[in-house]
């Protein structure tokens, strides 16, 4: 289509993208995680509503189990973190897509990285220190898994050197280390910064030491949506990356916008304090929309190697950037 | 006399206030850590302030929806089974080993299959709570016909009761003190399955407000969350109690 | 013709693999309007014949029969030995109860479950379930729900078993006194010889295990009766003796056993 | 006489096969969606080959262990206080209410507290259990005791029963059927939380088979752990109904 | 000094903030070795008086008093009227049951267990559970129960009222053979005057709520008694129509009120 567009803002470009005739509803999955901000962000600035599309959200207690939904039709898109299940349930003909970004590391504040346990922060400085620690980790073979088997090579420690705690929750982490049951947690934001003002845990250096390209969660796509309801689903994806864009300035580029933004997500998500919002390690969202590839594939060789995959998989069908880059085309791509 | 009766009722308040009193105490002077067990004074703060903001009360009336038709849709196939295994034996030999093998399967277990069978709408909430519900009442209202004084059933046959009227006559009302232990039951496990339903693609309801703040890590918000499940529960089980009264006044 | 007919009856149990032969070879006939009581040891099969007759067991070999002069009437009601009242239906409810099972209209039931319930004098009680009543009461209720039922026959199984002397005796003068208004043919089980002889005009006195009939005794005392004149009548205490002395080496055998 | 015994039976064996071929019907022919809900046979086929590697035994004797222990320590207590409840009303009275508010209470709320009082070892999945066990036992202990006919304490007294004698020769025997149910109920809700208990920090057993192979989105072997628990809850139902025949000679 | 003393007893119940007059004014003494009967009609309070012997009631005001001619003796022991057997015991520990609640020697409680079973004749029957036996098997635990027991006086609640006439007959003659031999002082409860013919010394005659005594009544005929010669003694019969009248006119009395 119209290629020129591709070099303007996209703000000025959204008239070249036609509303929809009839109102069509979207259904989003989500766990109400920050990494949800660019649905947040776009649906409470309406530009689903600019196309004329509805969305509804749909909670989920984790994101393993939004998995059913998907194949079951019952959601449209779903946001999860990325884990040997979905290449198992893609290999079971349950054909979900990967479609774009929904949550990386930013150097240096990373937004799920570990933690060490407060009375524990002047002992351990460094990455052998983890040696003979106790390290709580919330699922086996998901991202989680990788990025502690990603950090112990960076540390030089062996799987056996260390004692691999699965916690099924990220609360119950907390809990642990008050406790004092665990030495170390693969923790996300905002529990990150809650924990740190409690004085329950402190950053343990950082993820993107050992992982800098992780791919922790993504958009996800039931076939039935990206085909057979194309149009939508390009408006869709044009919003979402619009509301990443928003995200994108307020968070790392820190345009001001009087707080909207922030109370967008204060709304959406569990952390309910502004002011935290200035504090915590915010996830990355890409606002092209691109994912890491790459490291996706790494991830599905490393539950490959655990036993934990069952059967193979095609990954040209199963990350699918193409809805992204006729979104791309439309409202034109996002220069730094 | 009137000192005398009131005794048992004033240890009855005194006992979950002295409870209230230890944790005040232990979480004041953090020998319990304050971190994980807030006040209660400070959740009964967070409780005024979530019931204010009005949030609260659409959680509540969400749940309770839920609970009641989840309950209802429970306990009223669960009766009518119970009946007839009750009364009939081959249907007992039939379904007593479908109940035996399906009522261990922990309610987190099911969810997958009530979200592919139902999708994520209302009534998969309202189902998972039926089907814990289902088991117990089944359960009792099958023992309750079975435990009805054989001298009645002949009472019946020899004033040629027909079978409706032998039904509605002495089936039902004799069965009805074992099955309203089954609903008290049923309740009691409504109300253990909420959180569980309510991880299904919801968005409000007491269950969500648990978890949700509970994954949030906050914890004066999931203990009122807490709280309001256990004043239903106590609700509730006085409720059954006075319709238990009401239905058996021959007792 | 006779009202109740049983001819070569026999009945046997199978428990455990073994047979109990609880009836055997009974033949016997009832006039209509006939008050009979039977009189055995424990275990004699008395309660089994009665539930044959009310069609709650099939028989084994032989068969009973029951004249049915109308139609529209119950052939049967029967009065349980204790417990029989439904707890969960009020004295009015349980006096009806026969009546509703039946259908019949309303305004009918009404007239004869106040008639009954005036009868045996619980009107003022007709509001309470049955465990607000006594035993006495509980038998009064059970009594008014037979006769209202009005059917053929009336089959008694030791109605007044449970109750103390006293009450006892004032229940079996209600008795007689509505039996001698319907002119009902009542088939009566009883323990008591004093009991059989103040109510009946016939004692068949059983047998034990199997069961037989050993003897039929006709009473010819003129009624109403009391137990004061029973107690001082010869010809009465020389039938007492009589079967009580039967029963007695009934029972002493039935122990040697 | 032998043929006719056997009906029941045969329909008490005939109905699950039944529900099986049903299932298997409706999997192959994709009637129900065989991605979510595999062919028995496959599950079949699954469970022996895990049942090779060894590694499903340990898992079961994992879990067992836990629900065993978690169950005992659950139902001790709760014999004790459901006794002292039964024989001393201000006892019942201090804490019968502490028991209304405790119940309603869900697992999967209370598993951030029992870590936070009881660490994430052993102890803290066998405590999960036990807490859900307490509750119907304790309660069902307590009707037990009031339940018992008046005129047996009237013997005791009459007979200068002294109070070890008392609790041993009557309330305890007095009130062991009802307690017995209680057990039967507690039984069943030990194997409804073995999912729960295992989500804190466990690496083995059918509960985190259960809910590790649904994460990892392997159905078949997800519903292995499935089968199991019904095995298990179909074993311990029949268990405790032997145990009871035996401690009830005189029912 | 007589085996047991009453003095001025009475008393009342308190039920829905109402008072309940039991007893009224009782003053009886008992002489060691005396078999007492207590007729009265329902709900005079014949229960109630054995209670307050039994200890498991206190008086209103009045005193009682038991003599105790050997400490290591309990005082008192009952038999109650039904159900009194523990159902989870088995025959031989529901008789021992009140020599092991006293923590006897072991060779001791074997030896007298055995001894009154043998003399109810339950021997073959002594690992079986209550539910097993017939009523007045039940019975016979019961009464071997308190005669095991040995106590100073033996209570008894209507022991028979639940069991059939010839089953009664013969338990009341068991009864009478063990007392004879121990001579204990026994207080019978019982509805039915033949029961208080055939067994007592002295029948002692209640009035209706509330309860007093009215009659002290000896009865003299020589032991071995039997039925038959109670029901062919005109003497007998005499207090029989004695009694009975004046339990008729009580209870009808309370009737009307
Ligand atoms: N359903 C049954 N199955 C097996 N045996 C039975 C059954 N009903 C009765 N019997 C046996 O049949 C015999 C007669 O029993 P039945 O109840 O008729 O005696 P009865 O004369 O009424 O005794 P009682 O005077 O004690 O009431 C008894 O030996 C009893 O054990
Ligand atoms: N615990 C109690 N509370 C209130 N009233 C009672 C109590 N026990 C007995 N009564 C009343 O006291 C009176 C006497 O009762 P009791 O049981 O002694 O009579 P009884 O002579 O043994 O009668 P029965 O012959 O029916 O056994 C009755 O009116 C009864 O209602
Ligand atoms: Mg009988
Ligand atoms: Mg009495």
């Given at each position: 289509q ?6 303007q803002d996209g703000e000025e470009n959204?008239d070249?993208?036609s509303?929809l005739?009839?109102t069509?509803k ?10 949800g901000?660019?649905?947040?962000i776009a649906?409470?600035k309406g530009y689903f509503e600019e196309?004329n599309?509805e969305?509804?959200?749909a ?7 939004m ?5 079951a039709g019952?959601?449209?898109?779903a ?5 040997a299940?979905?290449f198992n ?5 349950i054909d979900?897509?990967f479609i774009?970004d929904?949550?990386?590391?930013n150097?240096?504040?990373s937004?799920?990285t ?5 009375d524990?922060?002047n002992?351990?400085?460094d990455?052998p220190d983890?040696?003979g620690k106790?390290i709580?980790v919330?699922?086996?073979?998901g991202v989680?898994?990788?990025i ?9 420690v062996?799987?056996d050197?260390?004692?691999f705690?699965l ?14 049951q665990i030495?170390?947690?693969?923790q996300?934001?905002p ?6 003002n409690?004085d329950?845990?402190q950053?343990?250096?950082d993820?993107?030491?050992y ?5 922790i969660a993504?958009v996800?796509?039931s ?8 149009d939508?689903a390009?408006?869709f ?16 580029k820190e345009?001001?916008?009087?707080g909207e933004?922030?109370?967008?997500m204060a709304?959406?998500t ?6 935290l919002?200035t504090e915590?390690?915010v996830?990355?969202?890409n ?10 594939e790494?991830?599905?060789?490393f539950?490959?190697?655990n036993?934990?995959?069952q059967g ?7 990350i ?10 439309l409202i034109?791509?996002?220069e730094? | 006399m009137q000192?005398k009766v009131?005794?048992?009722q004033?240890?009855t ?7 209230l009193?230890l944790?005040?105490?232990c979480?004041?002077?953090?020998i319990?850590?304050p971190r994980?067990?807030?006040a ?6 967070t ?5 204010e903001?009005?949030e609260?009360?659409t959680?509540i ?6 609970i009641i038709?989840g309950f209802l849709?429970?306990?009223?196939p669960?009766?009518?089974i119970g009946?007839l295994m009750?009364?009939?034996?081959y249907?007992r030999?039939?379904f ?5 093998i399906?009522?261990p399967?922990p309610?987190?277990?099911?969810l997958?299959?009530i979200?592919?069978?139902f ?7 309202v189902?998972t ?11 009792n ?5 079975a435990?009805?004084d054989?001298?009645?059933l002949?009472?019946?046959?020899n004033?040629?009761a027909?079978?409706?009227d032998f039904?509605?006559?002495i ?5 009805l003190?074992?099955m309203?232990?089954?609903?008290q ?21 007491i269950g ?6 509970y994954?949030a890590?906050?914890?004066p918000?999931?203990?009122v969350?807490?709280?309001l499940i256990s ?5 509730f089980?006085?409720s ?5 009264r ?6 | ?6 001819n ?8 455990r693999?073994k047979?109990i ?7 016997l ?6 008050f009979?009581c ?5 275990g004699?099969g008395?309660?089994t014949l ?5 069609n709650?067991e099939k ?14 009437k119950?052939l ?5 030995q204790e417990?029989?009242?439904?707890p969960?239906?009020?004295v009015e409810?349980n006096?009806?109860f026969?009546l509703?099972?039946r ?5 009918y039931?009404?007239e004869?479950?106040e008639?009954?319930l ?8 007709k ?8 035993g006495?009461?509980?038998q009064r209720?059970s009594?008014?729900?037979a006769?209202?039922?009005d059917p053929?026959?009336l089959?008694m199984d ?7 002397e006293q009450?006892k005796?004032i ?7 509505i039996w001698q208004?319907t ?8 323990h008591?010889i004093?009991?059989?002889?103040l109510l009946s005009d ?5 047998s034990?295990?199997?069961g037989?009939?050993?003897k039929?005794?006709t009473?010819?005392?003129e009624?109403?009766?009391?137990i004061?004149?029973v107690?001082s009548?010869?010809t ?10 039967h029963?007695?080496s ?7 056993k």
């Amino acid at each position: 289509q119209s290629s020129d567009s591709s070099q303007q803002d996209g703000e000025e470009n959204t008239d070249s993208l036609s509303p929809l005739e009839e109102t069509s509803k979207v259904i989003i999955a989500e766990d109400g995680s920050a990494s949800g901000a660019g649905f947040y962000i776009a649906k409470d600035k309406g530009y689903f509503e600019e196309y004329n599309i509805e969305v509804e959200f749909a909670t989920f207690g984790n994101s393993d189990e939004m998995l059913p939904a998907v194949a079951a039709g019952e959601v449209d898109v779903a946001g999860g973190i990325s884990s040997a299940s979905f290449f198992n349930s893609i290999a079971q003909g349950i054909d979900v897509r990967f479609i774009a970004d929904k949550g990386h590391n930013n150097d240096g504040s990373s937004y799920f990285t570990f933690v060490v346990r407060d009375d524990l922060k002047n002992e351990m400085t460094d990455y052998p220190d983890v040696k003979g620690k106790k390290i709580a980790v919330s699922t086996e073979n998901g991202v989680d898994h990788y990025i502690y088997n990603e950090m112990l090579k960076h540390a030089g420690v062996s799987t056996d050197e260390v004692e691999f705690v699965l916690m099924s929750d990220f609360s119950n982490m907390m809990a642990a280390m008050g406790n004092k049951q665990i030495d170390l947690a693969l923790q996300i934001e905002p529990l990150i910064t809650q924990g740190e003002n409690q004085d329950i845990h402190q950053r343990f250096l950082d993820a993107t030491d050992y992982a800098p390209e992780a791919q922790i969660a993504m958009v996800l796509g039931s076939p039935k949506f990206l085909t057979e309801r194309r149009d939508v689903a390009v408006r869709f994806m044009a919003a979402y990356l619009r509301g990443v864009r928003d995200y994108h300035d307020i968070f790392m580029k820190e345009v001001d916008d009087e707080g909207e933004v922030v109370s967008i997500m204060a709304n959406h998500t569990a952390l309910k304090d502004e002011e935290l919002w200035t504090e915590v390690g915010v996830t990355g969202l890409n606002p092209n929309g691109y994912i890491f590839e790459e490291d996706v594939e790494n991830q599905y060789q490393f539950y490959q190697e655990n036993g934990a995959i069952q059967g193979e998989l095609d990954f040209d069908k199963i990350i699918d950037m193409s809805l992204v880059e006729e979104a791309l085309d439309l409202i034109g791509t996002y220069e730094e | 006399m009137q000192k005398k009766v009131s005794i048992p009722q004033l240890i009855t308040i005194f006992s979950p206030i002295c409870l209230l009193l230890l944790w005040e105490f232990c979480s004041q002077f953090a020998i319990l850590d304050p971190r994980f067990f807030p006040a209660p004074t400070l959740i009964i703060q967070t409780l005024v302030q979530m019931g204010e903001s009005g949030e609260l009360f659409t959680h509540i009336t969400v749940s309770l929806t839920r609970i009641i038709i989840g309950f209802l849709l429970g306990v009223i196939p669960a009766i009518c089974i119970g009946l007839l295994m009750g009364m009939y034996r081959y249907f007992r030999h039939f379904f007593s080993p479908i109940i035996m093998i399906f009522m261990p399967i922990p309610t987190i277990a099911m969810l997958p299959i009530i979200l592919i069978l139902f999708g994520i709408g209302e009534f998969s909430k309202v189902i998972t709570i039926a089907i814990s519900v289902f088991f117990p009442v089944a359960i009792n209202t099958a023992a309750g016909v079975a435990n009805i004084d054989k001298i009645y059933l002949e009472v019946a046959k020899n004033y040629q009761a027909n079978a409706k009227d032998f039904f509605f006559k002495i089936a039902l009302p004799g069965s009805l003190p074992v099955m309203l232990e089954g609903i008290q039951m049923g309740q009691a496990i409504a109300l253990l399955t909420i959180v569980a339903a309510e991880m299904i693609g919801a968005s409000s309801g007491i269950g969500y407000l648990i978890w949700m703040n509970y994954k949030a890590f906050l914890l004066p918000q999931m203990y009122v969350g807490l709280l309001l499940i256990s004043f239903f529960g106590y609700f509730f089980s006085l409720s059954l109690r006075g319709i238990e009264r009401k239905l058996l006044p021959w007792k | 013709m006779s009202k109740i007919e049983i001819n070569q009856l026999s009945k046997k149990f199978i428990k455990r693999d073994k047979f109990i032969d609880a009836l055997q070879d009974i033949t016997l006939s009832i006039q209509q309007g006939e008050f009979v009581c039977l009189l055995g040891p424990s275990g004699c099969g008395k309660t089994t014949l009665l539930r044959i007759l009310a069609n709650l067991e099939k028989t084994t070999t032989g068969d009973v029969f029951i004249q049915q002069l109308d139609k529209e009437k119950p052939l049967q009601s029967m009065v349980f030995q204790e417990n029989g009242i439904i707890p969960w239906l009020t004295v009015e409810e349980n006096v009806a109860f026969g009546l509703k099972m039946r259908h019949l209209p309303r305004a009918y039931i009404k007239e004869r479950t106040e008639f009954y319930l005036s009868k045996v004098g619980l009107t003022n009680f007709k509001r309470l379930y049955p465990k607000e009543l006594s035993g006495g009461m509980k038998q009064r209720v059970s009594i008014a729900r037979a006769f209202a039922n009005d059917p053929e026959i009336l089959l008694m199984d030791e109605p007044f078993a449970a109750l103390d002397e006293q009450n006892k005796f004032i229940l079996q003068e209600e008795l007689l006194s509505i039996w001698q208004e319907t002119k009902k043919t009542v088939l009566f089980i009883t323990h008591s010889i004093d009991e059989a002889l103040l109510l009946s005009d016939r004692i068949l006195l059983m047998s034990s295990q199997p069961g037989t009939i050993v003897k039929d005794i006709t009473i010819e005392m003129e009624r109403p009766r009391s137990i004061e004149k029973v107690r001082s009548d010869s010809t009465m205490t020389d039938i007492f003796l009589d079967v009580w002395e039967h029963l007695q080496s009934e029972v002493k055998q039935a122990r040697l056993k």
